[in-house]
């Protein structure tokens, strides 16, 4: 609240007025008595009553001696009394007639504090919601920083080296161009699609892409906004926005960076701000579950940390839809950099596929820059037009940043990722039960090479037999073999691959019993979130250490047993992971159909055959 703007003096304004009226009650009353009309007459008979001050309403009067109470004055009602006058006469008091006091000071007494209060919420509120005009009563617009764009100029065209995404999301284009035609004819409606893919690969680009081919208009707001001070404003805010969605539909409602929201709702830790979070997000979900589809309004989110997404999100008529947006390959990074170079006045003689050979590891974003970097260099020179040596300055500049991210892969690098990745594809086809390659990169630093698989809600995971389990934990090690096999060495690279393998191993030992000498005893740590908040810590079986030795030899067995097992597989299909790798090292992706026409050509066919994709997850890419 208030992070920017500097302090008002409101807050001290109202708060002087609210005492000094506190204080003039107080003192009156401390110090007064409230007679009745009747009491105060017999007083003033009795000769008690020193002077008095009537005014219309009421009147103040003081006792010769402190009456009872020790209180010397009084104040009473006035009663239209003709007789008052020649009494007070009478009694020689002293009395005097208030003026009236004009009833516009009246009025401001009162209606000041009261402006002042009113003044001072209105600031207060409007600063949590930016510029929200409506004052006190528009606390819950959340117009602030939400965006409303109509004439979104951006299309697909400038959102290059994606096409798949593209493939997939023209789907919502054709919804939003005619959402009721579109239902009509029996398209499945979206709601809710996921953009994932790591930062600068275009999601919100793409997202704005979308909007401006299907000339709808383009809501946005950035998930960390949401998140208010104030416990339930970040709720109201949710609602509103769904609101104005649904007013201006067909549009697209697009939330980036929705992991500020979406965070996965912690069970055990307490921290600040936590209850505001979950009643968002609680909200978000709501509002999507109440949503109609159909009548044209399409809900986008992006995010690039997947993997700390409250899985409810996730969960079918929500953001059921997940499109990859991964970093680019060669081919992609040729594509991007043609949208770039529009805006520069490129040399006739620069090969963009050059360039894009000499950037492994560029996001989208990375390619804008060094378009821009490269024409720097050309001005600085006073140059005609960029050249490529201007680029390839540039680059060397931009990877010098980078490399301290260890974003960019080295050359003789590239040769032990391929076989990895081959490793991990040809144990994948022949030993996954349900699991297709889609995909496989080494381009660096995307998703997939960071074992990314597109998670689905945990209620879609199927039952798998120890059999299973076995030649999964083999796929995961088949990255490793293959180095073994074929470069007869191993790397650090599969450092990642052998902690998901140990620990698939380790349940299968501590969880499922699906050991013999340990047998059925569930003797994982759970973590027990269905407990309090306040129990921070994680319960613990206790295990002896005869019982700890025997489950590190058994996850050790069973880790031998999976290596072995992808060994002899991937020794079996030399020829194929040869090509493929080569293949690989030329075009640093192989798609389903290069993968298809490999394996046709070079697989021991006796092996297996190719798996169709049934229930399973999405896998993408391995590394
Ligand atoms: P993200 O939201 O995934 O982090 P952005 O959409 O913000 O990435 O991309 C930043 C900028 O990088 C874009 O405005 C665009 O200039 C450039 N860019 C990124 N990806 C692409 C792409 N696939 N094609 C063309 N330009 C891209
Ligand atoms: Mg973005
Ligand atoms: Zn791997």
Not at 177 to 187: A, D, I, V
Not at 492 to 510: F, H, I, N, P, Y
Request: net charge neutral; with cysteine.
């Amino acid at each position: 609240m208030g992070k920017t703007k500097p302090r008002s003096p409101f807050p001290f304004l109202v708060g002087f007025f609210l005492i000094l009226i506190f204080l003039n009650f107080w003192v009156v009353r401390e110090n007064t008595d409230i007679l009745s009309y009747s009491d105060f007459l017999a007083r003033v008979q009795q000769g008690e009553v020193k002077d008095v001050r009537i005014s219309k309403e009421t009147i103040l009067g003081a006792l010769k001696t402190p009456g009872p109470s020790g209180k010397k004055s009084f104040t009473t009602v006035r009663i239209e009394d003709p007789q008052l006058v020649p009494l007070l006469q009478k009694q020689q008091v002293t009395f005097t007639a208030e003026p009236e006091m004009p009833f516009w000071f009246k009025t401001m007494l009162w209606a000041i504090p009261i402006f002042l209060i009113l003044r001072f919420w209105s600031v207060y509120f409007r600063r949590g919601l930016g510029e929200g005009r409506g004052g006190l009563l528009g606390l819950t617009r959340s117009k602030a920083k939400l965006y409303i764009e109509k004439d979104i100029t951006t299309t697909f065209d400038d959102v290059a080296g994606v096409d798949e995404a593209k493939e997939e999301l023209s789907e919502v284009v054709k919804f939003l161009e005619n959402p009721e035609q579109f239902s009509r004819l029996g398209g499945r409606i979206p709601k809710g699609v996921l953009l994932v893919g790591p930062p600068g690969t275009g999601k919100t680009l793409m997202a704005r892409a979308i909007a401006g081919e299907a000339k709808v208009p383009f809501l946005s707001i950035n998930g960390s906004e949401f998140i208010e001070m104030f416990v339930g404003l970040g709720a109201a805010r949710v609602r509103d926005l769904f609101q104005q969605a649904r007013d201006l539909a067909p549009c697209i409602l697009f939330i980036d960076e929705i992991d500020a929201v979406g965070k996965l709702r912690s069970g055990a830790i307490v921290t600040g701000g936590n209850e505001e979070k979950e009643q968002t997000l609680g909200q978000l979900l709501a509002e999507m579950d109440g949503f109609d589809s159909s009548r044209g309004v399409i809900i986008l989110a992006a995010t690039n940390r997947p993997e700390i997404l409250d899985p409810a999100l996730l969960r079918a008529g929500r953001f059921d839809r997940q499109v990859l947006i991964d970093n680019p390959d060669q081919r992609g990074r040729a594509q991007i950099l043609k949208v770039h170079i529009k805006n520069i006045k490129l040399d006739p003689n620069v090969s963009l596929e050059n360039v894009a050979g000499l950037t492994p590891g560029f996001s989208g974003a990375d390619l804008a820059n060094l378009v821009n970097e490269a024409a720097l260099f050309a001005t600085r020179r006073n140059g005609e037009s960029v050249t490529e040596s201007d680029f390839v300055q540039a680059i060397e500049r931009i990877v010098a940043g980078l490399e301290k991210h260890s974003r960019i892969m080295h050359p003789d690098e590239k040769r032990r990722i391929a076989f990895h990745e081959m490793g991990h594809a040809t144990a994948s086809l022949i030993l996954g039960p349900s699991e297709k390659v889609h995909k496989i990169s080494i381009v660096p630093r995307g998703m997939g090479s960071l074992g990314y698989t597109i998670r689905r809600p945990t209620e879609d995971r199927y039952l798998l037999d120890e059999d299973q389990m076995i030649r999964k934990i083999s796929v995961l090690l088949g990255g490793r073999a293959a180095e073994k096999l074929f470069l007869n060495s191993t790397s650090t690279g599969a450092a990642d691959d052998l902690v998901k393998a140990t620990d698939l191993a380790r349940s299968m030992v501590t969880r499922f019993g699906m050991s013999e000498p340990i047998g059925l005893a569930a003797l994982e740590d759970r973590e027990l979130t269905f407990l309090s908040p306040e129990m921070v810590s994680r319960g613990r079986i206790p295990i002896s250490e005869e019982t700890s030795k025997n489950i590190d030899h058994e996850v050790k067995t069973i880790l031998e047993k999976s290596f072995r097992l992808a060994v002899k597989e991937l020794s079996a299909n030399r020829a194929f992971i040869e090509k493929g790798a080569q293949k690989l090292m030329e075009q640093e992706t192989l798609d389903e159909k290069d993968i298809l026409e490999l394996w046709e050509k070079y697989a021991n066919k006796k092996v297996t055959s190719i798996a169709a994709t049934a229930q399973s997850e999405k896998v993408t890419a391995y590394r």
